[in-house]
């Protein structure tokens, strides 16, 4: 008993040891390169030079947007350096620092986490380089980096609300299916659409709002039991992503019902499943939460670069798809 | 009384009824019935199709269960079989041609190769059950996502979309499909484990694995058995959920269905040290924890509130189950009667 907690005590001390280093040297390391960046005055790039630390490749909605960033870049004639960081935030942390060493002129990042990032937001501050937030938001003070391009999920529900209204020419019931209970985008759709009916639309009313998980299997599970509890009474449902109105249609035909027609839809999302079943009559409308964010994107960079200011908060360009158009839409949709 | 409360049967059977009492009274339209396009339509036939793919994990469980092991890696094939199927079907998978045989061999060949390697590592390298099976649900995931490239296949313009989606959400004689699938295999393990020495010698291997292994019961090949019915079941059941929604969604099929899979088992009355089983009792069981999952859409529970709801109810079930909760509850009554007399 003796020998091994001794044998663990070598072993923690050398654990510690060898992390103590580690962290050492690169704190030396930072240090040289800030010194030389200092003396050197950092020399402009000619063409416009962009790191990218990506979170990794997680849901088809984030490899739509890794491809519209490497695609843009390509058209630009942009030096990128991408880098994916396989949902760890330390990957995404070294990723920065290399961007920082190499001297780039803008860095753009998704943060896999909120929290955690004054350090290297710091670090890329002191070197003169401004961050650019993509999709997702980190909890730092507004200084550390220069803007913030992504989706209102308010918005969203406000315009979701919008669309229904037309549908069901200002008047009827809607159950509502809601993401994850606590994810930000379920409770802002929640909000912008329950505020929009509140204000504008007082004839509309949701009967029953129950969570789907952002799931078909949960989507289609739910809407089969509202359908029991309102027989008969259900006008619309809106679903706070597609993959859950997906599932809400396969259980209003079992029903006997014609979704899209006896029971309007409306989601949020935009992907491709959702144009098909637009383009098939079962669904109506879905307001886009567009991953396609190059173009924004290196156009904030181009700008900052020119030592223009940006926009604090640059709203993603979404639109509206209709099922009228679903049919010349679907070729286009890349996710 | 007594006799009835022996029957590992009595205490999930008396859980479902109580549930179905408390709609009767609470939840409008819960037990309305009606015919649809020539099938019955209800609350209580959405808790028969939506509890057949637990039903099927749950008997594949209890067996597994019944040696001292468990397998938590059902989730992840529920996910592998389902991504395959789908991609058969869909014909991304370009040499099956979209064919439904083709789909559902493989799909149920991947399930019964997962439960071999998990028999493996059990029997032969004799790693714990957990651990064993750990592995294959952590990568699991991981070869669905793969097999997909990571995006959610759709299944809707595939030529056999049709009979695919019967497999999950068709109706027979009025019934949902899925639930035949379920009576059929559960008679066949019955018959298994009941008409032949198999169920006996799960048995004794759950109750004292070195004794039945030295009075000459083939253990190692029981223990692989038992993984591999637990893989072909699961895969079966990820085809299932997956024609149900016409698509593999890699990263949420079967996601903690490994839990409610464990818990039916013990709704059903079983022990989890293993020994003594019985399969139509963890089947009650999937019942029971179904008919909550459908109680709570029905009467409309707060989406904040549901997992602490259904927690309480488990939490009730599970002390009723409790002998010595029991006793204790009978001692406290009686006392009550004497300070009252």
Redesign the interface.
């Known amino acids: 008993m003796a020998k091994k907690f001794f044998a663990l005590i070598v072993v923690l001390t050398m654990v510690l040891g060898i992390t103590g280093c580690g962290s050492q040297s690169t704190g030396n390391q930072q240090g040289d390169t800030k010194k030389t960046e200092e003396s050197t005055e950092k020399p402009k790039n000619e063409k416009l030079v962009i790191g990218f630390a990506q979170i990794g ?4 909605w984030r ?1 739509a947007e890794t491809f519209s960033i490497l695609q843009e870049a390509e058209k630009l004639g942009v030096d990128l350096k991408f880098s994916d960081a396989q949902q760890k935030q330390e990957n995404q942390i070294k990723a920065i620092r290399t961007f920082i060493q190499q001297g780039v002129d803008v860095i753009g990042v998704a943060p896999v986490v909120e929290t955690g990032w004054e350090t290297v937001f710091k670090e890329a501050k002191d070197a003169g380089i401004p961050i650019i937030l993509v999709d997702r938001r980190a909890a730092v003070p507004e200084d550390l980096y220069a803007s913030f391009i992504g989706s209102d999920f308010i918005l969203e529900g406000n315009n979701a609300a919008d669309e229904m209204a037309k549908l069901l020419n200002n008047k009827g019931n809607i159950v509502e299916l ?1 993401g994850t ?1 606590g994810a930000s985008a379920a409770t802002d759709r929640m909000k912008g659409f329950k505020d929009q009916l509140a204000a504008k639309y007082p004839d509309m009313k949701i009967i ?4 789907g ?5 949960k989507g ?3 809407m ?3 359908l ?2 309102y ?1 008969g009474q259900i006008n619309g449902v809106y679903g706070h992503n597609d ?1 859950m109105v ?2 809400a249609i ?1 259980a209003i035909k ?3 019902l014609k979704p899209g027609v006896d029971i309007k839809t409306v989601s949020v999302d935009g ?3 959702l144009f ?2 637009m383009a ?1 009559g079962e669904a109506n409308v879905t307001v886009e939460c567009n991953p396609l964010l190059g173009p924004q994107f290196f156009k904030a960079c181009q700008d900052l670069k020119d030592g223009k200011t940006t926009e604090k908060w640059i709203k993603s360009e979404e639109s509206v798809y209709r099922a009228e158009t679903a049919k010349d839409d679907l070729p286009n949709r890349k996710y | 009384m007594k006799n009835l409360t022996k029957y590992k049967a009595f205490w999930p059977t008396v859980a479902f009824v109580v549930l179905l009492i408390f709609n009767a009274f609470f ?4 037990f ?1 019935i009606s015919i ?2 020539g099938h019955l ?3 209580l036939i ?1 808790i028969i199709k ?1 509890v057949s793919p637990l039903a099927l994990l749950s008997i594949g469980m209890t067996l597994v269960i019944a040696t001292g092991g468990i397998d938590i890696s059902v989730g992840s094939v529920v996910a592998i079989s389902g991504a395959l199927a789908c991609s058969i079907i869909d014909k991304r998978l370009g040499f099956f041609d979209g064919s439904l045989a083709a789909a559902l061999i493989f799909g149920l060949l991947a399930g019964v190769l997962c439960g071999l390697w998990n028999g493996f590592l059990v029997s032969k390298v004799k790693i714990q059950p957990i651990v064993a099976t750990l592995i294959l649900m952590t990568a699991g995931r991981g070869v669905a996502q793969l097999i997909t490239k ?3 296949v ?1 299944i ?2 595939a030529p056999m979309m049709k009979q695919y989606y019967f497999l999950g ?1 068709g109706y027979f004689l009025g019934l949902p499909f899925a639930i035949f699938i379920v009576a059929i295999i559960l008679v066949g393990m019955l018959m298994l484990v009941r008409k032949t020495a198999f169920g006996l010698f799960l048995e004794s291997l759950g109750i004292n694995s070195r004794s039945s292994r030295l009075s000459g019961v083939n253990t190692d090949r029981i223990k692989l058995v038992v993984y591999t019915i637990s893989g072909f079941m699961a895969a079966l059941s990820g085809i299932l ?1 997956s024609s ?4 593999a ?1 890699c ?3 079967g996601l903690f269905i490994e839990m409610d899979a464990i818990l039916s088992v013990a709704i059903g009355g079983n022990s989890l040290a293993g020994g003594r089983f019985s399969i139509t009792s963890s089947v009650l069981g999937a019942f029971v924890i179904q008919c909550l ?2 109680t709570v ?2 009467f ?1 529970v707060p ?2 509130t ?1 997992l602490l709801v259904k927690a309480f109810v488990i939490v009730i079930l599970c002390l009723f189950q409790s002998q010595s909760f029991r006793q204790k509850l009978m001692a406290w009554r009686e006392g009550k009667k004497v300070h009252s007399a």
Not at chain 1, 57 to 60: F, L, N, R
Not at chain 2, 27 to 30: A, C, I, L
């Open positions: 490749q997680e849901s088809g490899d809601q209970v029953a709002s129950q969570t998980d952002f799931t078909r299997a289609k599970e739910v089969e039991a509202f029991k509890a027989p993959d997906l599932g396969e079992d029903a006997g992907v491709k499943g098909e079943a098939a | 939840t409008k339209n819960f309305a649809v396009d339509f209800g609350n959405d939506n990571g995006k959610i759709t809707n313009s959400a959920i149900n929604i016409k698509g969604d990263n949420n099929a999952t459908t859409y029905a409309g989406p904040e549901i």
